[in-house]
């Protein structure tokens, strides 16, 4: 078994200018990486576990970033950026996310969550600030988070009022900010109104380098198990006060905003967490191939072979499912937060369980911090924040809950509903006619209107006959029935803070379904490619996660599966619906 790359990485050429497509981007930072094996690599697997021994960010790999001008995938096109859809963003970053996470976190999500909030409310002058700021290399950073609130945003402390002479004076604190003490741009969530209410916060878009130095403190780095190099940061105000036109979009409408943003950062951010499963699958698969057991190799045992599969099926389901919701934005944009919330609730964890799993298979190599396959114990560590960073699973299904008993009226139980267009389903077609995404399209409910698990009946009724997946199409359309009947009996108290169990498990179902649906369309549309393997396979996985059963993966899914990813590595290519070459 092999593993083909280029042998160094490529001299970082001087910032790129013009117009760079996600593919072309793709490509270039695979050559720009390098291989990811070579000890005398810069930015290889040794230089990336050295960097997180001393919990730093990899300087090398941040200046190799600024040299291909990542910023300008956080920027709309039409701003002098290279973004126009989730799709290409998630394919851009999941290139980074597979060398290290640190670096995809660190160097650019941030920045992008911090920018979607003023591409989607900032005037033109904010709007175009920022777009200067980030592609002349500067970052951003989101200071939303305060300890005491956790994901309570809404209940944020941190107050932006006026002082005696009109202006707006920022008091208070944020914690656990990622590069908050590097970022040239702020993104503030602040209480602008004293009175309860939804309409009391907005959010401020600052010049870290204008505000006065007495105002401002900042406090302690905070330490992490897993991200050790992502510099998170605290800031305390004092009285600070801020320019006047400072506001995004209009007072008191910062969690209007920050709703409306996370429905492109919660799709985003899981997608880009995908590339770090690829590696954690990468270097098990190569562990297991290394590794002597019972006068043969670990991957010999048809256990390791049922277990990398799966891994390998849990992979390409959160990229069906990720991609779907991605494209949705351009095509159903008004209910992308449904379909954002979903993936945020369902995505991480998926993942994580996929590298703990992997981890079983390594033994007590998962946890060394030296040898060949020390990368794995920080792959191990850092996929843990995916779950709980931005957003955690249960503050998306409180997002979900409020929409089902709606959801059952105008969708499920109607007599007509619209399903997805065709396109939805097409990993990397053009999408003629709605592209660049619209952040202003997005909604805050999605009225009652679900299209996805709608393609879901549609999709089975056009299926033929021998459909190979027409028994878990059914299987999935009779769990919708089932969920439409339980949901339908909801009360409103089972759908805000105080919700029981059962109504979470309620809006945890429907996540399933939605994923059934997007990875039934996919091969229904040919997402899959011509044989059904693939989506029996990331089908039964769903399943497993959401408890309907707990058997592994049947050999003949199995085996066939195991003997794709074994070409893939030895090919030199990911483990998701791309196949791209990779050197990770």
């Not at 602040?190 to 900042?218: E, K």
Request: a neutral charge.
């Amino acid at each position: 078994m092999t593993s083909t790359a280029p042998a160094t990485p490529a001299q970082p050429p001087a910032q790129p200018s013009g117009h760079l497509t996600p593919d072309a981007a793709i490509e270039r930072l695979e050559v720009l990486f390098g291989a990811a094996e070579d000890p005398a690599n810069p930015v290889g697997r040794t230089a990336v576990v050295a960097a997180d021994e001393r919990a730093t960010m990899l300087a090398a790999g941040e200046d190799l970033l600024t040299a291909h001008g990542l910023n300008a995938h956080f920027v709309p096109e039409e701003l002098g950026g290279r973004f126009t859809g989730l799709e290409g963003l998630i394919g851009v970053m999941r290139a980074v996310y597979r060398r290290d996470p640190c670096l995809g976190l660190g160097y650019g999500a941030g920045s992008f969550m911090a920018g979607v909030n003023v591409w989607t409310a900032g005037s033109a002058p904010q709007r175009a600030w920022l777009a200067e700021r980030l592609l002349s290399g500067t970052r951003a950073a989101c200071v939303y988070h305060e300890l005491a609130h956790g994901n309570d945003f809404a209940r944020a402390a941190l107050t932006a009022l006026p002082g005696p002479d009109g202006r707006l004076r920022l008091s208070g604190r944020k914690e656990v900010v990622a590069n908050l003490r590097r970022a040239g741009a702020l993104v503030v969530f602040a209480r602008t109104d004293p009175a309860p209410g939804s309409r009391s916060h907005s959010q401020l878009l600052l010049d870290a380098d204008a505000l006065p130095a007495g105002a401002v403190r900042h406090l302690e780095r905070f330490g992490t198990a897993g991200m050790r190099g992502v510099p998170l940061g605290g800031v305390e105000f004092t009285g600070c006060p801020v320019p006047p036109d400072s506001v995004v979009g209009r007072p008191g409408q910062g969690v209007e905003t920050a709703l409306r943003s996370f429905q492109a950062t919660r799709i985003a951010l899981p997608g880009m967490t995908i590339g770090l499963l690829d590696t954690a699958l990468r270097t098990a698969l190569r562990a297991a191939h290394g590794r002597s057991l019972y006068g043969g190799t670990a991957a010999d045992l048809p256990l390791s072979r049922s277990l990398l599969a799966e891994a390998f099926a849990d992979l390409l389901l959160a990229d069906v499912f990720t991609t779907v919701a991605a494209r949705a934005t351009h095509t159903a944009p008004a209910q992308a937060g449904v379909y954002a919330s979903a993936v945020k609730a369902f995505v991480p964890a998926v993942l994580m369980r996929a590298v703990y799993r992997l981890s079983e298979l390594l033994g007590s190599q998962f946890y060394l911090r030296g040898g060949e396959h020390a990368l794995f114990q920080k792959l191990l560590r850092d996929v843990q924040p995916s779950a709980f960073g931005h957003a955690s699973r249960v503050s998306c299904l409180s997002a979900l809950l409020p929409q089902l008993p709606l959801t059952v009226r105008r969708t499920w139980r109607a007599e007509r509903a619209d399903g997805l267009s065709e396109e939805t389903f097409r990993p990397r077609h053009a999408l003629p006619g709605r592209t660049p995404l619209r952040f202003e399209r997005l909604a805050l409910t999605a009225g009652g209107r679900d299209p996805l698990s709608q393609s879901l009946v549609d999709g089975l009724a056009a299926a033929p006959p021998d459909d190979p997946l027409s028994d878990p199409a059914r299987a999935w359309h009779a769990e919708l029935d089932a969920l439409a009947t339980a949901a339908s009996g909801l009360r409103p108290a089972d759908t805000g803070p105080a919700a029981t169990p059962y109504a979470f498990g309620l809006a945890g179902r429907w996540t399933g379904v939605l994923a059934a649906s997007a990875c039934l369309n996919t091969w229904w549309h040919g997402g899959f490619g011509a044989e059904p393997v693939a989506a029996l396979a990331a089908l039964h996985r769903l399943g497993a996660h959401l408890d309907r059963h707990r058997d592994p993966l049947p050999p003949a899914l199995a085996e066939p599966l195991h003997a794709e990813l074994l070409r893939r590595f030895d090919a030199g290519l990911t483990f998701d619906l791309d196949r791209r070459p990779t050197g990770a």
